[in-house]
């Protein structure tokens, strides 16, 4: 077992990578109660299509790996939920483009919880009927977010933006999709890629290192995994410009929703790359659209947004957005000044003092969020996928120049790769 | 990031609303053993700065100190409005910050503290709450004096704002009518929120329980920088305050940082009195609103006759578990499991108000089918059918709530103020305690108590008529 500690933050991981692939994590949280723990496979909507070692390359149905992830929780014994509760802990999952995460949180029990969490996730088990079942609960999950406007403006934007790549796709498909999904397929998906090699595990809380490493590593030693060869994933060339410059769509809602944002040129990065492009572009957008900036209060005092109003960037190895907006009574007027205003911006360029400014904001920001064993597992996970480390975050955010946000304005800043995405209220509703 | 929080589907919603699972916890730090498991329990302390009640919870878990101020004001129609402005014109500027992007860059410079101002209701209590949460400056290299900054902007943040004569900033209150009616109008945007506060709203129509927190259209017209500023300083002067405190720093210099930066007088406070609680009429109420929506909202709306100042309020806990609160409850089974009607399906209490709702989201043709079978889950409770597993596993997802709370600085003071609201403060060992007590007669008993007393529809527009399904 290994050792990572983090000075500033005064916090120290542990970690091992195990005989079957398995990463193994793990971060004393003294003096909390709670035991976070995530067991991940870095397997999300967006792969479609692959080749799974040594077979045959698929495609398979939009809304699978959701569809699995709610699968997984069904046991030849029951559902897990059940036990879980026995056992004192708060289960769930979630599914995100690129992830696939498994997890609980509790006060008690923790080893208890820990076996049941990897041996549920090591063990599948589908029949048709609760194949057939699960379509009516997912189902109506998505009909919820049919009516959600955040989601619809959201995804109406990653739409907009993208003509081939699946980050276009649903996360939970679409009814239709849903429909075409059966076990065989299921298994395919599974065998594919929850193999150890693909996935990680993370605890955090009020733990003794030793002890849970060797509880992970004696579970892992009583399973026989093949040693499994590189899964190949298959995603289509996906152009600069963007699909549509605009989606709008009419919803019965209040006020309208628009969100804007710019197609990321600059991608194939991993590792400290990565969280450097990231970074700078992070930073850039807070000088742009964040609540100290002078855009900012210009539109809030044109009455054109409100308090809700954000952004946000996300950066994989292959491909990348950034997105902005919220609620606003006049989304032409508000697209019309982002037109307006951003040539100037990019032309004028960030100066010094800005960037030490939000250089601050989001050190104090991240200590903050240091709180939360939730974030600090998922984005440590999150970043590993991506081939870097989270402790590395804070030392690379204070090496920043500002040259290097400057760069990344002028280049992301791109009206090729701009779209818009608008939900209105419907008329006479 | 704001934006990010949807890009994650989940296998069960865990909130489908915010929840208020009540605890409180005073004075000092303890550990309590529980059947050999330690728990770290948090303490406030809490003495009185003046007329003010000053909460300290002296801890050196988390890397951030939280400052909150709680004023309390009666939920009524002739205030609702006006209490509900306010937070938002409080955090447009200050005497030092007088312009709105200058407040916002002090923040920055005060390494991103995250300021938050909000109204909610606890029972017919109207809060105002008004918060900072800023680094510890032992986790920085420099910024010694960061807490005493942040605690002098919290405090003109509060008592400080912009006037103009005896007024408030004239184009500040204008902007922020302008945003109030905006966050009314959008009610209807999360179809989840909206189900829940019309079921509410219908309930308990003619009780001041029925108002939205946000407040209402009808009143933005009258309100001006004058009537304000007048209803601020009545406000601030007479009702109860309390200001919490939590982080790694000890009673005394908490104390200090209220002298420094929180004006105090000696004068009484109003109490505000607690809900009405009504008990169940018997007779059911059917409801239905009709929108552009793809999915039916199927809510319920109980009256318990049991709040948090009572002593079967851990009972009614335990019956809130069993039904509806988690997934083994007889709600996700039922409706989702077995009948694979709805992706969720739960319930939850409002522990002042003494209200249990139901919610949950279905096909609009399936209406019947689900609301038999959320009623026989009822009428299940009542004859007390419920297994020994079912009792257990609520208990010890009950005991993890309760305990996890103590991680999170905004649950501390959540579950202290609920304490101090109802009177009737639980430390967390004590509640943990009275869960662990309650038996399966015990939950039976509050099963009699509880009153379906309203079904509410929020359906699609096709169809005829007022028909359900």
Redesign the interface.
């Known amino acids: 077992m290994k050792k990572l500690e983090h000075t500033q933050l005064k916090e120290t991981l542990h970690f091992e990578k195990l005989p079957n692939g398995l990463q193994v994590y793990l971060l004393p949280k003294p003096g909390f109660n709670k035991t976070y723990a995530t067991f991940t496979t870095r397997y999300g909507s967006i792969d479609n299509h692959f080749i799974p070692p040594g077979k045959e390359e698929v495609r398979v149905p939009d809304g699978i790996a959701h569809f699995l992830e709610h699968k997984m929780f069904e046991e030849p014994d029951g559902d897990v939920f059940r036990k879980f509760s026995n056992q004192g802990a708060s289960a769930n999952a979630f599914t995100s483009f690129e992830r696939t995460a498994y997890l609980f949180s509790c006060t008690e029990n923790v080893k208890k919880n820990l076996t049941t969490l990897i041996d549920f996730v090591q063990n599948p088990y589908f029949t048709d009927q609760s194949v057939e079942k699960e379509k009516g609960i997912i189902g109506q999950e998505i009909r919820m977010y049919d009516d959600n406007p955040d989601w619809r403006s959201y995804f109406g934007l990653i739409e907009a933006m993208f003509q081939n790549h699946p980050v276009k796709i649903d996360i939970a498909g679409t009814v239709e999709s849903i429909a075409k999904i059966d076990k065989e397929t299921l298994y395919t998906c599974y065998e594919t890629f929850y193999h150890p090699s693909n996935m990680l595990l993370f605890v955090v809380g009020p733990i003794e290192p030793e002890d849970i490493m060797e509880l992970v590593r004696q579970n892992q030693a009583g399973k026989s995994y093949d040693s499994q060869g590189e899964i190949r994933r298959i995603y289509p060339d996906e152009p600069l410009q963007v699909a549509e410059q605009k989606k709008e769509v009419s919803l019965s809602v209040g006020i309208s929703k628009c969100l804007f944002g710019f197609k990321e040129s600059r991608t194939g990065l991993t590792g400290d790359d990565l969280v450097r492009q990231e970074l700078a572009t992070e930073v850039m957008l807070e000088a742009i659209f964040g609540q100290g900036s002078d855009l900012y209060q210009a539109l809030y005092d044109e009455g054109l947004i409100d308090d809700h109003f954000g952004y946000d960037y996300n950066l994989e190895e292959g491909y990348g957005f950034s997105m902005a907006g919220g609620d606003t009574p006049d989304p032409d007027a508000l697209l019309g000044r982002i037109r307006e205003e951003l040539p100037r911006i990019a032309e004028a360029g960030i100066p010094e003092e800005v960037v030490e400014r939000i250089r601050k904001k989001k050190l104090g920001t991240y200590l903050r969020y240091y709180n939360s064993p939730e974030w600090i597992a998922n984005q440590f996970t999150s970043y590993k996928f991506r081939g870097t480390d989270l402790f590395n975050i804070i030392p690379l955010l204070e090496r920043l120049k500002v040259s290097e946000v400057n760069r990344r304005l002028n280049e992301h800043v791109n009206w090729d790769c701009f779209a818009a995405s608008i939900v209105r209220p419907l008329e006479g509703d | 990031?704001?934006?990010?929080f949807?890009?994650?589907?989940?296998?069960?919603m865990?909130k489908p609303l915010p929840t208020g699972i009540a605890s409180s916890v005073p004075k000092g730090n303890i550990r309590i053993g529980?059947?050999g498991?330690d728990?770290?329990e948090l303490r406030f302390e809490t003495v009185d700065v003046g007329n003010l009640r000053v909460h300290v919870c002296s801890?050196?878990?988390?890397?951030?100190h939280m400052m909150v101020a709680m004023v309390q004001q009666e939920l009524s129609p002739e205030t609702v409005t006006l209490h509900a402005l306010l937070p938002?014109v409080l955090q447009r500027g200050t005497r030092s910050y007088p312009?709105?992007?200058q407040l916002?860059?002090k923040?920055?410079?005060?390494?991103?503290?995250?300021m938050f101002g909000d109204v909610f209701k606890r029972g017919e209590r109207h809060i105002l709450q008004m918060g900072l949460?800023?680094?510890?400056a032992a986790?920085?290299s420099e910024a010694d004096a960061l807490l005493d900054d942040g605690a002098a902007f919290l405090g003109e943040l509060l008592h400080q704002p912009v006037t103009e004569g005896e007024a408030f900033r004239e184009s500040y209150v204008k902007?922020e009518k302008?945003?109030l009616r905006?966050?009314i109008?959008?009610?209807?945007?999360?179809?989840?929120r909206f189900a829940a506060h019309r079921c509410v709203e219908e309930m308990c129509e003619g009780e001041p329980y029925a108002l939205f927190n946000h407040g209402r259209l009808q009143d933005l017209d009258a309100i001006d920088p004058q009537n304000l500023y007048t209803y601020y300083q009545e406000l601030l002067s007479s009702r109860p305050i309390d200001l919490y405190f939590v982080g790694n720093l000890d009673t005394d210099r908490a104390v200090r940082l209220v002298e420094n930066h929180f004006p105090s007088g000696n004068g009484a406070r109003r109490e505000i009195s607690p809900a009405a609680v009504r008990e169940g009429a018997g007779e059911v109420r059917e409801v239905v609103d009709r929108?552009?929506?793809?999915?039916g909202k199927l809510n319920m709306g109980c009256r318990t006759g049991v709040t948090l100042a009572d002593d079967d309020y851990p009972a009614l806990q335990m019956y809130n578990g069993i039904l509806g609160g988690?997934?083994?409850s007889k709600l996700?089974i039922n409706v989702?499991?077995k009948a694979?009607?709805?992706?969720?399906a739960a319930s939850r209490l409002e522990s002042h108000k003494g209200i249990l709702t139901v919610q949950s989201?279905?096909?609009i043709d399936n209406y019947q089918k689900a609301v038999d079978i959320i009623r026989e889950q009822f009428d299940l409770m009542e004859r007390g059918e419920f297994t020994d597993?079912e009792v257990?596993?609520?208990r010890?997802?009950l005991?993890?709530?309760l305990?996890?709370r103590?991680?999170?600085?905004h649950d501390l003071v959540d579950s202290h103020y609920h304490g101090m609201l109802s009177g009737r403060k639980r430390p967390l060992d004590q509640m943990i305690d009275e869960v662990q007590r309650v038996t399966a007669d015990q939950v039976k008993a509050v099963a009699g108590k509880v009153r379906l007393d309203t079904i509410y529809f929020l359906r699609d527009k096709g169809g005829v008529g007022n028909e359900k399904a």
């Open positions: 990031m704001a934006l990010s949807l890009v994650q589907f989940s296998c069960w865990r529980k059947r498991v728990v770290t801890t050196d878990k988390f890397k951030t938002s312009s709105t992007v916002k860059r923040l920055d410079e005060l390494y991103g503290a995250n949460e800023l680094p510890d986790y920085l902007a302008k945003n905006q966050k109008e959008s009610l209807m945007d999360d179809k989840i929108l552009d929506v793809n999915q988690f997934p083994h996700f989702r499991e694979s009607l709805a992706y969720y989201g279905i096909e597993a257990n596993q609520t010890a997802m005991t993890n709530q305990k996890e103590q991680d999170r600085a």
